[in-house]
């Protein structure tokens, strides 16, 4: 065996050639060093192939947090086939769209999830295998069960299809509040470029201890596993109820390496820390979405030593930009520059390059732009285009295919990147087109409030109109008064919400975490047409 890492299981087996005894992976229900990992990863690959797996076959992952997800994750890619991890709060309904979606062939899951499943499973004719965590077995409609414990114990171990690193390596799902979730295809050279760029700037060891809060089915939570066990160190699988069981974690296990989103950040500021935290955390990793300013400032009040990188990325390429920690204090709003590995363009509908600080939509390319949506020509088309011609080197025949991410961002004269809003989440108002996070950022700027959200909705006069909606801090009320003379004394008048709404916390997340504001927006879209009649 060589350390040529450039298949996702090599990250595995080159740190099991390395340091075999080294622990990789810590859960709930136990741990396994990186030789009995390497040797689990191998024997899930073997089963999917006694199972009859032809190459780029589906493997659906439906549990949480856990030492079998990790190792069907990595098997399945071992085998030669496609990992296709599914968001453990996904309802039955929503699961059995993705298997039908992308024609699942062997589904891992639990015995109690299989229950709930059971009626629409019978509803999806590739569905051939389904493995049960444990020892049980159960009896399936149209498809064989298989007890996890059974097939990893099979003595005949065979290898898996041959594989490129431009092969189909996973399928993440995408979630969305309106319309149905569309799946990324993303490519053993998308994910292991990923990892190996995301491990150079934070500077992963095998020193480190990650954990890894995030879903699973989310690329900056799989990200935990690949930067991880490309630098031979320890991840921890965390599923959490509470923010304090987070913060228990990160005493107990000594972690040096949490990323997380903002909605966790902004909770995680609200509760006590134990003081050996500090001690041991190395970096956080902000993703998702920008961190609020007051919430960096307390983090960092709590975290001297600690460095923040403040991080973007869009799942269609994984990972995109951070902010190198040393440029914090002067750049606090930006969202740094490309990752390595990487480019990021800020273009005109021309396809020319903005100059600086001109709005323009953040292209990017290289090695970590996706295959594209699964079975979906048009939405691909959107999205992923031939790089522009003034981009692309003269003589050059063949295209490059360049992500489109429909984000908003301008760049400074030093070449900064600063975030401005979604193309789609962006609120026209009184001639202005103003960002939802700019809003929430002068609110959360008022130590008034403990979460909020920001959207627009239609409006007879305005065009849009802003609704905001809020909850208290640690369990206070918001003087919604109060609240709004503050903003006129900060803000310029359009970006003035026309409505708060105070509501207990927290606000409702999607299933990566992030709070929903398509979800929110969706409660309030004719209230001013209403009002008008």
């Given at each position: 065996?060589?350390?040529?890492?450039?298949?996702?299981d090599h990250l595995i087996a080159a740190?099991?050639?390395?340091?075999?005894?080294?622990?990789?992976?810590?859960?709930?229900?136990?741990?396994?060093?990186?030789?009995?990992?390497?040797?689990?990863?191998?024997?899930?690959?073997?089963?999917?192939?006694?199972?009859?797996?032809?190459?780029?076959?589906?493997?659906?992952?439906?549990?949480?947090?856990?030492?079998?997800?990790?190792?069907?994750?990595?098997?399945?890619?071992?085998?030669?086939?496609?990992?296709?991890?599914?968001?453990?709060?996904?309802?039955?309904?929503?699961?059995?769209?993705?298997?039908?979606?992308?024609?699942?062939?062997?589904?891992?899951?639990?015995?109690?999830?299989?229950?709930?499943?059971?009626?629409?499973?019978?509803?999806?004719?590739?569905?051939?295998?389904?493995?049960?965590?444990?020892?049980?077995?159960?009896?399936?409609?149209?498809?064989?069960?298989?007890?996890?414990?059974?097939?990893?114990?099979?003595?005949?171990?065979?290898?898996?299809?041959?594989?490129?690193?431009?092969?189909?390596?996973?399928?993440?799902?995408?979630?969305?509040?309106?319309?149905?979730?569309?799946?990324?295809?993303?490519?053993?050279?998308?994910?292991?470029?990923?990892?190996?760029?995301?491990?150079?700037?934070?500077?992963?060891?095998?020193?480190?201890?990650?954990?890894?809060?995030?879903?699973?089915?989310?690329?900056?939570?799989?990200?935990?596993?690949?930067?991880?066990?490309?630098?031979?160190?320890?991840?921890?699988?965390?599923?959490?109820?509470?923010?304090?069981?987070?913060?228990?974690?990160?005493?107990?296990?000594?972690?040096?390496?949490?990323?997380?989103?903002?909605?966790?950040?902004?909770?995680?500021?609200?509760?006590?820390?134990p003081e050996s935290i500090a001690e041991?955390?190395?970096?956080?990793?902000?993703?998702?979405?920008?961190?609020?300013?007051?919430?960096?400032?307390?983090?960092?009040?709590?975290?001297?030593?600690?460095?923040?990188?403040?991080?973007?990325?869009?799942?269609?390429?994984?990972?995109?930009?951070?902010?190198?920690?040393?440029?914090?204090?002067?750049?606090?709003?930006?969202?740094?520059?490309?990752?390595?590995?990487?480019?990021?363009?800020?273009?005109?509908?021309?396809?020319?390059?903005?100059?600086?600080?001109?709005?323009?939509?953040?292209?990017?390319?290289?090695?970590?732009?996706?295959?594209?949506?699964?079975?979906?020509?048009?939405?691909?088309?959107?999205?992923?285009?031939?790089?522009?011609?003034?981009?692309?080197?003269?003589?050059?025949?063949?295209?490059?295919?360049?992500?489109?991410?429909?984000?908003?961002?301008?760049?400074?004269?030093?070449?900064?990147?600063?975030?401005?809003?979604?193309?789609?989440?962006?609120?026209?108002?009184?001639?202005?087109?103003?960002?939802?996070?700019?809003?929430?950022?002068?609110?959360?700027?008022?130590?008034?409030?403990?979460?909020?959200?920001?959207?627009?909705?239609?409006?007879?006069?305005?065009?849009?109109?802003?609704?905001?909606?809020?909850?208290?801090?640690?369990?206070?009320?918001?003087?919604?008064?109060?609240?709004?003379?503050?903003?006129?004394?900060?803000?310029?008048?359009?970006?003035?919400?026309?409505?708060?709404?105070?509501?207990?916390?927290?606000?409702?997340?999607?299933?990566?975490?992030?709070?929903?504001?398509?979800?929110?927006?969706?409660?309030?879209?004719?209230?001013?047409?209403?009002?008008?009649?």
């Amino acid at each position: 065996m060589n350390h040529n890492t450039h298949l996702l299981d090599h990250l595995i087996a080159a740190s099991a050639e390395r340091t075999p005894s080294r622990i990789a992976l810590t859960a709930s229900e136990g741990q396994l060093d990186y030789a009995a990992l390497h040797d689990a990863v191998q024997r899930f690959a073997s089963a999917c192939m006694v199972a009859g797996l032809p190459r780029s076959a589906r493997v659906g992952i439906y549990l949480d947090k856990r030492l079998e997800t990790v190792i069907a994750s990595f098997g399945a890619a071992a085998a030669g086939c496609v990992f296709v991890p599914i968001n453990p709060l996904l309802k039955p309904e929503q699961v059995g769209y993705i298997l039908r979606d992308c024609n699942v062939s062997l589904l891992v899951t639990s015995p109690d999830r299989h229950t709930l499943l059971a009626p629409t499973l019978a509803a999806c004719p590739d569905l051939r295998h389904v493995v049960l965590t444990g020892d049980k077995t159960a009896d399936g409609s149209s498809y064989a069960v298989h007890a996890w414990t059974a097939i990893m114990a099979a003595t005949d171990v065979r290898g898996g299809h041959r594989v490129s690193d431009a092969d189909m390596l996973s399928i993440l799902y995408t979630s969305g509040s309106t319309g149905r979730p569309k799946g990324v295809v993303l490519s053993h050279r998308n994910m292991v470029a990923g990892a190996k760029s995301v491990a150079s700037y934070l500077g992963n060891h095998a020193d480190d201890t990650l954990l890894a809060a995030l879903p699973l089915s989310f690329d900056a939570g799989f990200s935990q596993l690949t930067t991880g066990f490309h630098a031979g160190a320890r991840v921890v699988l965390l599923n959490y109820l509470m923010p304090r069981d987070v913060t228990k974690a990160l005493e107990r296990e000594k972690v040096t390496g949490l990323t997380a989103v903002p909605p966790l950040w902004i909770q995680l500021t609200q509760i006590q820390w134990p003081e050996s935290i500090a001690e041991n955390l190395r970096y956080i990793a902000n993703t998702g979405g920008r961190m609020p300013f007051e919430t960096l400032k307390a983090l960092r009040e709590r975290l001297p030593k600690t460095r923040p990188f403040l991080m973007y990325g869009l799942t269609e390429a994984f990972r995109a930009t951070y902010l190198d920690p040393a440029e914090v204090d002067r750049r606090p709003d930006s969202i740094g520059k490309s990752i390595p590995n990487s480019e990021v363009l800020v273009l005109r509908e021309d396809g020319t390059e903005c100059a600086a600080d001109e709005p323009g939509e953040l292209v990017q390319r290289g090695a970590l732009v996706a295959m594209g949506y699964w079975n979906d020509v048009e939405k691909t088309a959107e999205r992923f285009k031939p790089l522009p011609a003034a981009q692309r080197p003269d003589g050059l025949v063949l295209p490059e295919i360049a992500v489109f991410s429909g984000d908003t961002v301008r760049r400074d004269a030093e070449g900064f990147l600063y975030f401005i809003g979604r193309r789609d989440e962006m609120i026209k108002t009184s001639g202005y087109r103003v960002s939802p996070t700019e809003i929430e950022e002068a609110v959360y700027a008022t130590q008034m409030v403990g979460e909020c959200a920001a959207f627009g909705v239609s409006h007879p006069t305005l065009g849009q109109a802003i609704v905001l909606i809020v909850t208290g801090r640690d369990g206070t009320s918001v003087d919604g008064d109060a609240l709004l003379a503050q903003l006129k004394r900060d803000c310029p008048a359009y970006q003035i919400p026309a409505k708060i709404e105070l509501r207990p916390g927290p606000l409702p997340r999607n299933p990566n975490g992030k709070i929903d504001r398509k979800l929110l927006s969706g409660e309030f879209q004719d209230l001013f047409e209403q009002t008008a009649r």
